[in-house]
């Protein structure tokens, strides 16, 4: 069953552009595509019109890269709750619908082109202490640490983030307190994460706080999240964050490693 | 010129821990003297370049996404196998080692394949102290489960994203390395040549994907891990923007590529639903364990699936396979399907799928047992298909998804050019003609982790104190003009089609003449067809916008003029090959009942194909493989 | 030649350079800040409340209101001098407003950097409600009530007419005057509905939520800002129906 619908897609050739809405027609678009695969019809139409077709990041389209993602009629990654764009298909548009396609919007994800934006941000929030020192080869059995199920779960539920960036597209003050959380809940979790725990969460809050942001608990990063990260995980993060600021900063300052294994 | 493998003497056991005794090693001092290039990102170059970088050396590393994070190792769902007999059902280094040679039909190298079994174990160590969170069982232990081709539970898991948390776990280890100034990374930065200057490597030339800007990077030595080339088929289950263009550069500039028709199927994916599809969807092998396959026995029976009754199904994986029924290998679970569907049994619309019903599995352990096991499996199918698999059956057909071929290495995993090393999937070393379940992360993060790292330190020992070579060479202006030359040319065709269409044009040819059976008339068909296809991309394929700014088209079009000419390779590969082996079969080459016949007589070797200038065909090489630890068999699953 | 490293966004500001006084340091980041708030905002919660309460004494009649108020002036007599304890409190109380404001003038800021532009098509809000979104006006709002309640009460420049230690008299003069107690009922509705938000909020902003009491936290606020808003509101309400009267 085909969809007759009104596109007004956001185009901006560079970052110096200011950037309008345009609107297309798509005839063939049928209710089993996915949101991309319509999107390529409409470019395949622009190309033989000659005209440049719509820039959007996209990859693995199974929803776990992470590189798509607009904001659809309003809502990041569209109307369909814990879908990332390249997972929303067609039947959950309507005959006749008016749809509007719009990048992520932060100061810290400039335009690109379109509708890509650039999240390199997210990448200085991980290079911040987004991780574990664990030097290759280092390591012991991975039986000998024991981890109960309930942590083990937990954490991987906090890892499922995919860093699309939907939750600062959502967040009105532009804060990327979902997304950061995230990443701090599965390192501190678990207890190979304990030693850098206080270090880590100071680094990547403070990181986090140079691009992004603050937190004013509104909760639409939740529910635009496609893998359905959870408010709590920002709570803890705010009581580890508070936990280290009260402790000596001994424990808590990060010490440069830029001359690791040298 | 003779391929030297560089296999090193002794018992199999002892092979690699001599090799790390016997490798020259590179001071900590020295290390940061070496600049090392890494293209790719994903499990094994992510590896690869955080380690380097922990070790000291100067480290540079590319990829085309906007972060390392979104390599397409990320969509990895079922597993990686370690010989960690936590279980203990019986499983050893020895044992996985002869799986994956069983597995991968006797056409990979043992040497290799064993170090890969010895190095498993390391891995799943490694992955747990960065804090990859495999699924764990009440007591805190690490929890497996089993996977196809092998009879012991040896697979680690983290739900549906091993692939995920494996390739963060390697992400953020490399940008802890990023902040430490260790390694500088490069992304939305895309290789276009590999520079080689009197028989070396000495340097790649990049596109930066955002302005546009040609960059030159000079080396000691440089890593490719640019993952595999399923998409020439156009449908597969990779990610869209997996490419072969760094390796096939390199194969142009002297490297040769391996049993480039070795491409694995599999079994059970989302059928195609119309001609505007663009990517395949993997539905995860588990389902084979709970799912019956069938297909109507009446050709044209337009009943709602729920309504033919038992009696008037074909389970034809049961009738054909008593003993294994629908648990065969991914290659005889997919000829199969393609028979029938070839034979016209196909279901859907499309008549393109067969039906994976889970009626009598539901029936026999409640919805919810099922809903536990593959709810988020059956979530996606509905979301894709819009049918709901636990009233209907669902319907699959195989699909591209892995690429056993790539460029030749030796032992070290360097290819037979001095200096260029190649990892993960890119290479074409440890599978053979088919990767088992699981296997190739595997492989991904053992060559990342644990074998490049002691092996390149042999080779760069040999130009301690050399400065990085000069990127004002003659080497380095010519690659680059090159480069200039063909991005301006895609702009200036200014043809009437879009580089997508000849893609699809592509992936059908390959899909209908070198897909899951291959024979010698449809593989000559498909060579002249794929040429003139080239012939007409170069005349008529039309690039909008410039090459100074963000041009998706641009992109892509590069990466299809190399497909164009990789399809040629394969098919000529696979035309050559006059047996049928692993991914690989031709119907000239089955046994009576319809099953792969290999020629171990005349084909135990990988064949390494030498590129000899545009338009000329490529010249083989071959390795002759030699069994001393297992007998070659005929695979049976009767 | 853009390096990951030069790629993107700048900075938008400094933080991990940090002021060696760690109090500084500790309010110089938002947690910090919203932490802050929420501990102000706990203080001036407690004060609404007491407020409401020792208001009610007006349903009892004008002595008892009156000594109630001077009351609150001896407190801690003669260790402290006359209204000394009382000017303790106000003293927390102003820092408590202070750094209330404050923090939520200096966020408000960030926040506004952070998200230069908006959505040029229109947003679509699926979780925050209008109290959440609505905070920074209600909180103003709130704020300039109180200058004028003060003014009206306290300092008796409210316009009716006033007698220091009299606030009962105070009371119903300053009410009888209908738009006076319109403007009263509109703050305390709109107070309600900054607590509704606040109450709940500031659990997550001390890192207090936990899966087990979340929805305690709602039921928590709801009822907070009901108590307030009714009290509060009564007692104008009551002053205009004659409920409450200047004693004969
Ligand atoms: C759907 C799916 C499920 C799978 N499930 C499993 C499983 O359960 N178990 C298992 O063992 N295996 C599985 N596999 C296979 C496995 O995921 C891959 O083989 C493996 O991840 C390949 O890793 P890689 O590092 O070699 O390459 P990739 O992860 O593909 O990384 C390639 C890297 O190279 C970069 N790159 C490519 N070309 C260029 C260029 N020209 N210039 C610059 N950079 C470039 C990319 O940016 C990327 O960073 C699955 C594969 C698919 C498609
Ligand atoms: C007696 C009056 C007030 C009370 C009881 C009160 C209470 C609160 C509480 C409990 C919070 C939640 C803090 C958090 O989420 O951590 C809050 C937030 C806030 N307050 Fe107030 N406040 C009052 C007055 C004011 C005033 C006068 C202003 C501003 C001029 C103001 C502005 C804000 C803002 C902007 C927030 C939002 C912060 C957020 O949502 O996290 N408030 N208030
Ligand atoms: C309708 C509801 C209210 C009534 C009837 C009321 C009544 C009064 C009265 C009579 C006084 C003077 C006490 C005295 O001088 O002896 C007073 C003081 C004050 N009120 Fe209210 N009030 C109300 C609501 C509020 C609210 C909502 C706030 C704050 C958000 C508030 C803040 C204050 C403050 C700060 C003072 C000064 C206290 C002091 O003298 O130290 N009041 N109020
Ligand atoms: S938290 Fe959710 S929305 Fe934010 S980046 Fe991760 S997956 Fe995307
Ligand atoms: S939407 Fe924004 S305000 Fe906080 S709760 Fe989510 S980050
Ligand atoms: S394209 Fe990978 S998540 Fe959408």
């Given at each position: ?262 | 010129?003779t391929l030297d493998s560089r296999i090193p003497p002794g018992p199999i056991e002892d092979k690699w821990t001599n090799t790390k005794f016997e490798t ?73 080692f002869?799986?994956?040679v ?5 056409r990979s190298r043992e040497a290799n394949v064993h170090r890969l079994a010895e190095i ?138 391996a ?149 030749w290495v030796d032992y070290n995993l360097m290819s037979n ?10 290479n074409f070393s440890d599978?053979g ?14 060559d990342?982790?644990?074998v490049?790292?002691t092996t390149?330190?042999g ?145 135990a070797y990988v064949?390494a ?12 090489h071959k390795e002759e493989l030699v069994f001393e630890n297992v ?8 | ?248």
């Open positions: 069953m085909s969809l007759k619908l009104l596109l007004k897609v956001w185009r901006q050739s560079g970052p110096a552009d200011e950037g309008h809405f345009e609107t297309y027609n798509p005839d063939d678009v049928n209710e089993d595509m996915s949101f991309l695969e319509m999107l390529d019809v409409v470019n395949e139409s622009l190309i033989a019109e000659g005209k440049e077709p719509i820039a959007f990041d996209h990859d693995c389209r199974e929803g776990i890269c992470g590189s798509c993602g607009m904001v659809i009629n309003g809502v990041p990654h569209g109307p369909k709750k814990l879908t990332t764009t390249c997972q929303l298909h067609m039947r959950n548009f309507k005959d006749g619908d008016t749809i509007t396609v719009e990048p992520w919007r932060s100061t810290s994800f400039p335009v690109v082109k379109d509708l890509v934006v650039d999240r390199s941000a997210f990448d200085r929030i991980i290079q911040a202490g987004g991780y574990i020192a664990a030097p290759t080869g280092s390591a012991r059995d991975g039986n000998e640490i024991l981890i109960s199920k309930p942590t083990a779960d937990l954490a991987f539920e906090a890892a499922a983030c995919i860093g699309c960036g939907a939750c600062v597209a959502a967040c009105p003050n532009g804060a990327a307190q979902l997304f950061t959380s995230a990443k701090l809940a599965h390192l501190n979790l678990l207890p190979q994460g304990q030693p850098e725990r206080w270090s880590r969460t100071v680094a990547m809050v403070d990181t986090m706080e140079e691009y992004f942001g603050s937190c004013t608990n509104y909760g639409e990063c939740e529910a635009a999240c496609p893998k359905g990260i959870s408010l709590d995980f920002i709570a803890k993060m705010n009581r580890d964050y508070l936990k280290a600021k009260f402790r000596d900063r001994r424990y808590t300052h990060k010490v440069d490693t830029s001359d690791a294994g040298g | 010129m020259k090693l590179v001071a900590p001092q020295n290390r940061r003297k070496f600049q090392v290039i890494v293209v790719g990102t994903g499990l094994a170059g992510g590896s690869a370049a955080a380690t380097l970088g922990e070790m000291g050396y100067n480290v540079k590393a590319f990829c085309f996404q906007d972060s390392p994070r979104r390599a397409h190792s990320i969509a990895a769902q079922g597993g990686i196998n370690a010989a960690k007999n936590y279980k203990s059902d019986g499983d050893s280094v020895h044992r996985l002869y799986d994956t069983k597995g991968g039909d006797y498993s174990v390391q891995i799943i160590d490694q992955c747990v102290s960065q804090g990859v969170p495999f699924a764990r069982e009440y007591g805190g232990l690490l929890d497996n489960r089993s996977f196809g081709g092998a009879q012991v539970s040896r697979t680690f898991y983290a739900r549906g994203q091993t692939g995920q948390q494996l390739l963060l776990g390697a992400y953020q280890a490399l940008e802890r390395q990023i902040d430490a100034g260790t390694v500088k990374m490069y992304s939305r930065h895309e290789m276009l040549d590999l520079v080689v200057e009197n028989g070396r490597a000495v340097g790649i030339i990049t596109r930066d994907l955002i302005d546009g800007t040609i960059e030159r990077h000079s080396a000691h030595a440089v890593v490719l891990a640019t993952g595999g080339y399923g998409n020439v088929f156009y449908l597969s289950t990779n990610a869209k923007g997996s490419n072969v263009t760094a390796a096939w550069r390199a194969h142009k500039k002297g490297a040769y590529f049993n480039p028709c070795y491409t694995q199927i599999h079994p059970t994916c989302i059928p195609v639903s119309g001609d505007y599809q663009s990517k395949l969807t993997l539905m995860s092998e588990s389902l084979r364990n709970d799912g019956r396959i069938w297909v109507p026995k009446d050709k044209n029976d337009k009943r709602n699936p729920n309504q033919i009754p038992e009696s008037e199904r074909d389970f034809y994986l049961e009738r054909m396979y008593p003993s294994f029924a629908n648990l065969v290998p991914r290659d005889v679970a997919s000829r199969a399907a393609k028979r029938m569907v070839d034979d016209g049994f196909g279901v859907g619309a499309l008549k393109n799928g067969v039906y994976l019903d889970f009626k009598s599995a539901i029936e026999r352990l409640g919805r919810e047992t099922i809903e536990q096991r593959y709810g988020n499996l059956f979530d996606m199918y509905e979301n894709i298909s819009g049918e709901n698999p636990y009233e209907n059956p669902m319907r699959i057909y195989p699909a591209v998804h892995y690429t056993m071929g790539g460029l050019v001095p200096g260029l090393f190649v990892l993960g999937e890119a599978h003609a088919n990767r088992l379940g699981a296997s190739a992360l595997m492989q991904g993060l053992a990342g982790y644990f490049l790292p390149i330190a080779e760069l020992a040999n130009h301690l104190n050399e400065p990085a070579p000069s990127t004002a060479s003659a080497a380095f202006k010519e690659a680059e003009a090159n480069v200039r030359e063909q991005t301006n040319r895609f702009l200036t065709i200014k043809g009437s089609r879009s580089v997508d269409s000849f893609h699809r044009e592509l992936g059908h040819l390959m899909w209908n003449y070198c897909g899951m059976a291959r024979n010698r008339a449809g593989l000559e068909t498909a060579i002249a067809d794929i040429g003139k296809l080239k012939d007409e991309f170069w005349q008529d394929v039309r690039v909008l916008g410039d090459g100074q700014s963000f041009n998706q088209s641009l992109e892509k079009a590069g990466r299809v003029a190399d497909f164009l000419e990789l399809g040629i390779l394969v098919c000529q590969d696979a035309l050559h090959r006059e047996e049928s082996c692993g991914g690989h079969f031709r119907e000239e080459h089955q046994t009576p009942d319809g099953e792969a016949q290999r020629d171990d007589e005349n084909f064949g194909w030498e590129y000899t200038g545009a338009g000329k065909p490529a010249t083989l007998h070659l068999a005929q695979r049976s699953y009767k | 030649m853009l390096t990951d490293s030069a790629r993107g966004a700048r900075p938008l500001r400094q933080r991990r350079v940090r002021p060696r006084f760690w109090l500084l340091d500790f309010y110089g980041s938002a947690i910090g800040k919203k932490a802050v708030m929420a501990i102000t905002g706990i203080v001036l919660l407690g004060f609404v409340l007491v407020h409401m309460l020792g208001n009610l004494h007006m349903y009892q009649d004008a002595d008892h209101m009156n000594h109630y108020g001077e009351y609150l002036r001896t407190i801690g007599e003669p260790i402290l001098p006359h209204t000394g304890f009382l000017w303790i409190l106000r003293a927390g109380l102003i820092l408590a407003f202070i750094f209330h404001i404050h923090s939520a003038a200096t966020l408000t800021i960030m926040n506004k950097q952070s998200r230069k532009t908006g959505y040029k098509g229109g947003r679509d809000y699926i979780a925050a409600n209008y109290a959440a979104r609505t905070m920074r006006w209600s909180g103003v709002i709130v704020g300039f009530y109180i200058l004028f309640h003060l003014m009206d009460l306290t300092w008796g420049v409210g316009g009716a007419d006033y007698t220091r230690g009299e606030p009962y008299q105070n009371l119903v003069h300053s009410f009888q005057r209908e738009p006076v107690a319109i403007v009263y009922i509109i703050a305390n509705l709109l107070l309600g509905m900054h607590i509704y938000h606040g109450a709940w909020s500031l659990f997550q902003s001390l890192g207090l939520a936990n899966p087990r009491f979340n929805q305690w936290r709602r039921y928590f606020a709801m009822g907070f800002a009901a108590i307030i808003v009714i009290g509060n509101c009564s007692f104008p309400i009551a002053v205009m129906t004659g409920l409450v009267d200047l004693p004969k």
